[in-house]
């Protein structure tokens, strides 16, 4: 357990479809980030966002939108998507989103997504 | 941006053997972690490590800031050590909080 949940673990859906992705964190941390982490690929950093506001967005295609309502929550809301964007989508929190530098993220279990 | 290297990028080892796994960064960085992320892909954090030495158990991690490389050891390896090994770092020049990950090294542990 990493303080960080993941709801929820698995989804399948169609191209037309649209879902939504949650995070939540028990930590008391201030900063959250989503990542996607594709087949025979490293992580790549999709959004961070720090006291909820969002401080990066890494050229995320518009059928991902992120919302970050609270310091301890994260949504990715998914539509229209393409079955390349089929992979392990992680969320991880810190303390203030590296503002200070040196800090340790933490990692949920994933959601595995499978687009048809 | 910074390129981040793991070697290499598969291991096996007969459990009780001794492992070391390496990360080279292509600039300086204000971060730098180990994480380890099991079949079921959680991933945990092993290190935070940017310079020196730390200990962990049968883990320990060395990085020399200086010469743009990380060690991770792994000693008497077990079968729950089985996984992905992954670096992650911040460039100096950053203090956003984006990891840039390395491709990872699989490591396979048999009994």
């Known amino acids: 357990e990493t303080g960080v949940t993941q709801t929820p673990r698995h989804l399948v859906m169609g191209m037309t479809n649209k879902k939504s992705l949650k995070c939540e964190q028990h930590?008391?941390?201030?900063?959250m980030y989503w990542y996607k982490q594709s087949a025979k690929k490293p992580l790549e950093l999709m959004f961070v966002y720090n006291f909820k506001e969002q401080t990066e967005n890494n050229s995320v295609p518009s059928r991902f939108s992120p919302e970050c309502p609270n310091s301890s929550h994260l949504f990715l809301h998914l539509h229209t998507l393409q079955p390349e964007d089929s992979a392990l989508y992680l969320c991880?929190?810190?303390?203030?989103?590296?503002?200070?530098?040196?800090?340790?993220?933490?990692f949920g279990p994933g959601t595995r997504l499978l687009v048809l | 941006g910074i390129q981040v290297e793991q070697s290499p990028p598969d291991l096996i080892l007969q459990e009780g053997a001794n492992s070391t796994l390496r990360c080279n960064f292509s600039d300086s960085v204000n971060n730098l972690q180990w994480f380890h992320q099991n079949p079921w892909g959680q991933l945990i954090n092993l290190f935070y490590i940017p310079s020196g030495t730390k200990q962990n158990g049968r883990l320990s991690a060395t990085t020399v800031a200086t010469e743009r490389y990380s060690l991770l050891y792994i000693s008497s390896s077990q079968t729950t050590d089985s996984g992905v090994y992954f670096c992650?770092?911040?460039?100096?020049?950053?203090?956003?909080?984006?990891?840039?990950f390395g491709q990872g090294t699989t490591l396979q542990v048999k009994p």
């Open positions: 930590l008391g941390h201030n900063a």
């Open positions: 992650a770092v911040e460039s100096g020049s950053g203090n956003t909080g984006k990891l840039i």
């Open positions: 991880a929190s810190s303390q203030e989103g590296g503002i200070r530098g040196q800090e340790t993220q933490y």
